[in-house]
């Protein structure tokens, strides 16, 4: 690992070494006192910055992604009462204007990532954030149903369409076997973000005045304009000298560029695997409250668990995830502990309420690895299989998985898993570890022509 790369290289002089280490061991007996604080301080810096890219483009990405999800977690705390309180929409009409967002989103993100490999990923982001800003800015005078979900589509289709372009775009900014790092190193920051967005406006809510929805709805446009405000200082950074490649011959470019079936196929399985985020926001709540003895307050503890969790363990659990087979073998994990996940929550249908809180805490934790797992895996293969002439078409095709599955996913657990009980939860199992399993194969025996390596940016 040390080896630099330079066979001719002059080997150490031992006597160096011997000399150094005398040296090194006489200061340390000497100076005992003053490193000891010094070590500390080292450790604790360490502890405080040390999971941080390195780099100043990267940090800043970090900056706009906390800021972008502290407004998100500002709104959706507040946005269902906005909906129905200030609109007066019903919760049926917002569930509506909701799934419509999710369906514009899977219509949008394919062009979308393909503007971004024609005019740049960062342009794309920029506009994106402003996109959002102006429908978020809109919200508070739509004043009927029509008008809702027109702006609930035009706001949901930048939403959706933003994830691939961020990941595209850190994609230019590091090197490839850092770029999973650096997407868990996002994630951590957005959950951050989050927590603490909806924290302050359950407290805001609480002392508010009857307008306060609506100032959260506007918060929440405003930190899109701050962030987007904030990429346009990265354009005088982004200016990478790639290396000289021969350009393809037109064909080649084109098969090069063309998702192949095995690509597909990914892309179906990740979204199968993706099912987790229905499973937490959908499942978990309602079979909790319609199909267990376990206490109601166990939604909250379960969302404050998944939280804390996936905040303690994102980094750890994204290392070493270099190459397709790891990335692959982090799906084939995330599989198998979801399955976990749903064999516990299957059991607890006719427990005693103790033990129904304890399955489902129990659950929760798998549910919060295998999450990890999931994302950490996803990010790899999708950076694996994406070209850089068309990164932001590979990945925001590749994202269609995750999409699709929030918009399916509800109506899966709703009408076949939950009205089948332990069979339904089993059933889902059996489909969850299926879909981890397959991934390392399709995977397993993918070719690459030398050309089409990916190379640092």
Request: charged content about 15%; aromatic content about 8%.
């Amino acid at each position: 690992m040390a080896d630099d790369g330079s066979p001719d290289a002059p080997a150490p002089d031992p006597s160096h070494e011997t000399v150094g280490a005398v040296a090194t061991d006489s200061a340390r007996r000497t100076d005992d006192q003053p490193a000891a604080p010094t070590g500390v301080r080292s450790r604790m810096v360490r502890l405080a910055v040390g999971w941080l890219p390195d780099g100043t483009p990267v940090r800043r990405m970090l900056t706009v992604s906390f800021i972008d999800s502290l407004g998100t977690g500002m709104f959706l705390t507040g946005s269902a009462l906005f909906f129905t309180r200030d609109i007066g929409l019903t919760a049926a009409q917002v569930g509506l204007g909701l799934s419509l967002a999710a369906v514009a989103g899977f219509l949008c993100s394919v062009p979308v990532g393909r503007l971004s490999d024609r005019f740049g990923a960062l342009p794309l982001l920029v506009a994106l954030q402003f996109w959002r800003a102006a429908w978020f800015f809109a919200y508070p005078f739509v004043a009927d149903l029509p008008w809702f979900l027109v702006v609930c589509c035009l706001a949901g289709a930048g939403e959706w369409a933003a994830g691939p372009v961020v990941q595209s775009l850190l994609g230019s900014l590091v090197a490839p076997a850092a770029r999973v790092r650096a997407m868990a190193a996002v994630m951590l920051v957005r959950n951050i973000g989050f927590v603490l967005g909806a924290t302050s406006a359950t407290i805001v809510i609480a002392l508010g005045g009857g307008n306060i929805y609506r100032v959260l709805v506007l918060l929440d446009a405003v930190s899109f304009l701050v962030s987007g405000a904030l990429l346009l200082r990265l354009r005088g950074r982004l200016a990478v000298a790639r290396p000289p490649a021969t350009a393809p011959e037109p064909e080649q470019a084109e098969r090069r560029t063309r998702p192949s079936l095995r690509f597909l196929t990914l892309v179906f399985l990740n979204g199968v695997l993706y099912l987790h985020a229905v499973i937490l926001s959908v499942g978990l709540p309602l079979w909790i409250t319609t199909r267990t003895d376990a206490p109601v307050e166990l939604v909250g503890a379960v969302v404050v668990l998944n939280t804390v969790l996936a905040i303690s363990l994102q980094m750890r659990l994204s290392r070493g995830v270099d190459g397709l087979r790891p990335a692959a073998s982090r799906q084939r994990r995330a599989g198998f502990i979801l399955a976990a996940c749903c064999a516990l929550v299957s059991l607890t249908g006719p427990a005693a309420p103790a033990v129904a809180a304890a399955l489902i805490l129990a659950g929760t934790a798998a549910l919060t690895v295998g999450e990890i797992y999931q994302s950490v895996g996803a990010w790899g293969v999708s950076y694996g299989y994406a070209p850089d002439a068309s990164r932001g078409y590979h990945l925001s095709l590749y994202s269609l998985g995750s999409t699709g599955a929030m918009i399916v996913g509800p109506a899966l657990l709703t009408s076949v898993v939950m009205p089948a009980g332990l069979f339904g939860w089993l059933g889902l199992a059996a489909v969850l570890a299926a879909a981890g399993a397959l991934v390392p194969v399709v995977v397993r025996f993918r070719r690459l022509p030398a050309a089409e390596t990916t190379q640092p940016v």
